[in-house]
């Protein structure tokens, strides 16, 4: 069943985008009288499996699902309709357009992708707000909760001030923002100490867990008892907090694993707190210092039920919600900036982190929610538009930049240079889509 929640969210947002970017060129083409031949949801390649023609249009869906097109009559795109191109042109051809109502048409799919990405983000803030933690709320510090984050030099307890010189005041933007920072300032044991940050950082965190490398830190809440841990399996239960272990009080998870480690081999007397009652039970410490048992987050209102984090809740009238929207569509934007930066960047590493469609599946969660589907769906619609913006030939921007170049210089491309740019662009891509699966396939087998 959890497939077929992820699948559903996957195809769902997927189909969403690729309908409204084609539909942003459709609707130009249409205003400027130029005709479209066909518009698809993914690819009709040999035959298609729903089809209709209205009017001059054939509507229909495809059979592969690698995104969708429209076809514009008179222009030399994916279909590479040779012939047409050979045929004098006509009125109501793409190539017979003036220059800049051709470049609407290009420009139309991105600018839907961006609309839309805004739109989704005030949504989200009318409908659901914003919740976050402050910053000051980790009295005890943060988590350091993967190997990757204590090489980084980051310890358990430390209280994060600044991120590249800038203060920090929710600590939900924190991880994203040092990710492409370079010093983290950090107060630790009642001193201020700068961390440098490798430059290579998300290579790093590439090749670690798939968690975060820091948190807030929780109580050692049980999610699960390993099955070879038959000592504890009857001891202890599902949603057991463990509140103190060998006689010291153990407020967060990190305590519990510590003092485990220096217990190894032992039973130890422990307090849990199970269904809001103290219970006293005796823990055994296996021979690798665990106690052979998995952890499970609390979950804001647990958290929050226990003292230990008052969690902030901002709601926003309808008018309230455009600016504080257009600004978290402009972060995120810029956000993903910053990773195509990366990702160019040898250096950084970031490139291995490249992914295709089953990167694009695992962010979509196993349960349905219908917030977190539309913040995927804005991420998605952003990445797809400056995608398309990027200067190669057989993309929106390729045609874009061919566009402005006949603009400025009044000089338009010959068909025959088009085509052989649209092939180029091909090759450029079909490589691009390689590498990224390729990743994925890569990951897969080698679980990295």
């Known amino acids: 069943m959890e497939i077929v929640i992820k699948l559903s969210q996957f195809l769902l947002s997927l189909s969403l985008l690729i309908i409204l970017h084609e539909l942003g060129h459709f609707i130009p083409a249409k205003l400027f009288k130029t005709r479209v031949e066909k518009f698809y949801l993914f690819f009709d390649i040999k035959y298609s499996l729903l089809k209709k023609k209205i009017g001059e249009t054939e509507y229909g869906i495809g059979w592969l699902p690698l995104g969708g097109y429209v076809k514009i009559s008179g222009m030399i795109d994916e279909s590479m309709d040779k012939e047409q191109m050979k045929l004098p042109p006509q009125p109501w051809e793409f190539r017979s357009k003036p220059a800049w109502q051709r470049l609407i048409i290009m420009l139309g799919g991105v600018t839907v992708n961006f609309i839309l990405a805004f739109v989704i983000y005030i949504g989200m803030t009318f409908f659901y707000g914003d919740l976050y933690l402050n910053n000051s709320e980790l009295k005890d510090g943060i988590a350091v909760t993967s190997e990757v984050g204590e090489h980084m030099g980051f310890k358990t307890g430390d209280k994060i001030l600044e991120i590249d010189d800038e203060k920090v005041s929710k600590f939900n933007d924190v991880p994203n923002k040092i990710l492409f920072a370079k010093t983290v300032l950090v107060e630790r044991n009642g001193a201020q100490q700068k961390i440098n940050l490798p430059v290579d950082l998300i290579d790093k965190l590439l090749k670690g867990e798939k968690r975060p490398f ?65 219970v006293p039970v005796s823990l055994y410490i296996n021979k690798e210092g665990k106690l052979g048992v998995f952890a499970a987050s609390l979950g804001v209102k647990s958290l929050e039920k226990l003292g230990l984090y008052h969690f902030s809740k901002q709601q926003y009238g309808f008018f309230e919600s455009f600016p504080v929207g257009i600004e978290k569509g402009k972060n995120q934007l810029a956000g993903y900036g910053k990773q195509l930066k990366a990702i160019f960047t040898p250096s950084t590493g970031a490139y291995k982190g490249v992914g295709g469609f089953k990167a694009i599946f695992d962010i979509f969660p196993k349960t349905w929610s219908w917030e977190v589907f539309w913040n995927i769906t804005a991420l998605l619609s952003i990445m797809l538009g400056v995608m398309n913006l990027l200067p190669i030939p057989a993309l929106d921007g390729g045609h874009v930049m061919f566009l402005i170049y006949e603009m400025i210089t009044g000089k338009k491309p010959s068909d025959k240079f088009m085509e052989n740019a649209q092939m180029v662009g091909f090759v450029l891509l079909i490589g691009l889509l390689l590498f990224a699966n390729g990743n994925d396939i890569y990951k897969a087998i080698f679980h990295k």
Do not use: C, H
């Open 214 to 278: 820091i948190d807030w830190r929780e109580p050692f809440m049980v999610g699960k008892v390993a099955e070879d841990s038959s000592a504890n399996n009857k001891v202890l239960k599902p949603k057991d907090i463990i509140k103190s272990l060998n006689g010291i009080p153990t407020q967060y998870a990190d305590q519990v694993v510590e003092i485990a480690k220096q217990n190894k081999d032992k039973k130890l007397d422990a307090v849990v707190l199970r269904d809001e009652k103290e």
